[in-house]
């Protein structure tokens, strides 16, 4: 497109409810994956000071059946492994780290991250830490089991209390997803493993001095590690919306940063770095028994490197706000089980050219009088006439005050643009003409909703995703690729590298540099 066309785009973030003030650090256990993905091929001179010692115990409670996944349709079997940071403060470098000693513990942070059979594509699911749902009551039987004795409602992450395995049934059935192994990490862990690494790369798009999280950065590039990496997954006033459900896309940006440092820039031939990798992976780790051996991390670190970064894709599990409590947050239906059956059968939200799947059509969010909406249609795609039949089509459905406004430069995607404060109408607009929401930015260039049609609508009055491939070619997933709904926040592990973490100083949106 010309210089005039060109203008620099934004994600609006949809506003959420915000979450209780909490003391616990937030972080993830996706770190201990990508460590073991980069590390535990490498020798078994590593075992006896790390996988030796590394914790474990049962996936699953007393009395509840193992899980067995049936082939996937490409070939192969699919992992399905709940990754927990857990606000443990058993000793005593957890608790100098996160203060307030003391018993019990919470999975402050899970994920589920999905492995496909074809070992293709990967999906981490953030499952937000203030879901209320029934849960499984598991208790300690005395020795040092499990059991389920019943069920309750209640907040998903502190079902960790009684034990990893009983936090795996409770996402287990809350899900419907299959887990096959967990993984989980605390404080320490990302502390030292960051320095290890040297830090890792983020942007913000403002000055931070959070007083909450202690995070302190300059406006633009930073590396951070240590300590400071931990502020800045704690950090949550600062960024997006200010609640917890942004910090879960703040997470996903600090992991996508961390995955693509990691596979970039390790040096596989510095023996004193994944060997002290390696022994901090595992003082702060507890894993499911099925990946205490060395067989079992190799099979877990060979299925996760063979995996493109393109090809990785991180969603949150859809909510809404809990009717009787705006604190905390329910699975939004039917969007949520949309996406746990997906996962649970194998398919890939990575898009075959390699970034994320489209999200599915936008629905209007709020009430939008059709008629009252100016929308101009640009042509942007060398067919004649397509910029009056999409006219037509919209005027037919309501959107009478649409116009053609000629042939654009050329354009390959479609889009529907919209100015500040038009999101709303755009996003009508856009349900229309079944654009999904991805395809949906805020622009500065124009002055009212504006759809151009690109080179993916050539024909019709509705849009038709392009086709997925084949197995064997694009994402490469056997089950097939799938469609993220529009509120589940998807990316992959490559989007990072253009985006800055936006502060809370007026935008609340991702900045692309």
């Not at 000071?49 to 067995?68: D, Q, R, Y």
């Not at 820039?265 to 507890?286: K, P």
């Not at 795609?381 to 959107?399: E, P, Q, T, W, Y």
């Not at 889009?415 to 229309?432: H, I, L, S, T, W």
Request: proline share 6%.
């Amino acid at each position: 497109m010309s210089e005039e066309w060109t203008q620099r785009l934004t994600v609006p973030v949809i506003p959420r409810p915000p979450g209780r003030r909490r003391r616990v650090l937030k972080w993830t256990a996706l770190v201990l994956a990508v460590i073991l993905a980069v590390v535990f091929g490498y020798g078994i001179y590593v075992y006896e000071s790390t996988i030796g010692s590394l914790k474990h115990s049962p996936l699953l409670p007393v009395g509840a059946s193992e899980p067995v996944l049936p082939t996937s349709p490409g070939g192969g079997t699919a992992m399905n492994i709940l990754l927990m940071g857990s606000d443990s403060r058993a000793d005593a470098q957890d608790c100098k780290i996160g203060g307030d000693c003391g018993p019990g513990a919470r999975a402050d942070s899970e994920m589920i991250l999905h492995v496909s059979g074809d070992r293709t594509n990967a999906t981490i699911l953030s499952i937000p830490r203030d879901t209320v749902t029934k849960i499984p009551e598991c208790s300690t039987d005395g020795s040092g089991r499990t059991t389920v004795t019943g069920s309750t409602t209640g907040m998903i992450n502190s079902v960790l209390q009684d034990g990893p395995a009983c936090q795996v049934l409770a996402d287990d059935q809350f899900t419907g997803i299959t887990i096959t192994g967990f993984i989980m990490f605390d404080f320490s862990g990302v502390v030292d493993m960051s320095q290890d690494l040297g830090g890792v790369p983020v942007c913000v798009t403002a000055a931070v001095n959070d007083k909450n999280s202690g995070l302190v950065l300059p406006a633009g590039d930073s590396q951070v590690q240590g300590m400071q990496a931990l502020e800045f997954l704690r950090t949550r006033d600062s960024f997006f919306d200010g609640s917890d459900l942004g910090r879960e896309e703040a997470t996903h940006y600090f992991l996508s940063q961390l995955i693509n440092t990691t596979r970039k820039n390790m040096n596989f031939g510095d023996i004193f770095t994944l060997v002290s990798l390696a022994q901090d992976a595992t003082s702060a780790t507890t894993v499911s028994d099925n990946f205490a051996s060395f067989t079992g991390l190799e099979d877990l670190a060979s299925g996760l490197s063979s995996v493109p970064n393109k090809n990785i894709t991180f969603l949150t599990s859809p909510w809404e706000p809990d009717p009787d409590n705006t604190n905390r947050v329910i699975a939004l239906q039917p969007q949520a089980t949309q996406v746990w059956s997906e996962i649970q059968d194998d398919k890939s939200f990575s898009a075959p050219s390699g970034g994320s799947a489209g999200a599915a059509p936008a629905a209007p969010g709020g009430q939008v009088d059709a008629a009252s909406v100016p929308v101009q249609v640009f042509n942007a795609n060398g067919v004649g006439g397509r910029a009056s039949a999409i006219v037509g089509a919209l005027k037919s459905d309501g959107f009478t005050e649409s116009r053609s406004g000629g042939d654009a430069p050329s354009a390959q995607t479609s889009e529907v643009y919209y100015p500040a404060g038009d999101q709303n109408q755009a996003e009508a607009v856009a349900a229309a003409l079944k654009l999904p929401a991805a395809q949906v930015q805020q622009s500065s260039t124009y002055q009212q909703v504006s759809v151009v049609i690109g080179a993916d609508f050539k024909s019709g009055s509705t849009y038709s995703a392009p086709a997925a491939p084949s197995s064997g070619s694009g994402s490469g997933s056997g089950g097939g690729v799938a469609t993220a709904p529009a509120d589940s926040h998807v990316s992959n592990a490559t989007d990072s590298t253009n985006e800055c973490i936006p502060v809370r100083s007026g935008s609340l949106s991702i900045a692309h540099r």
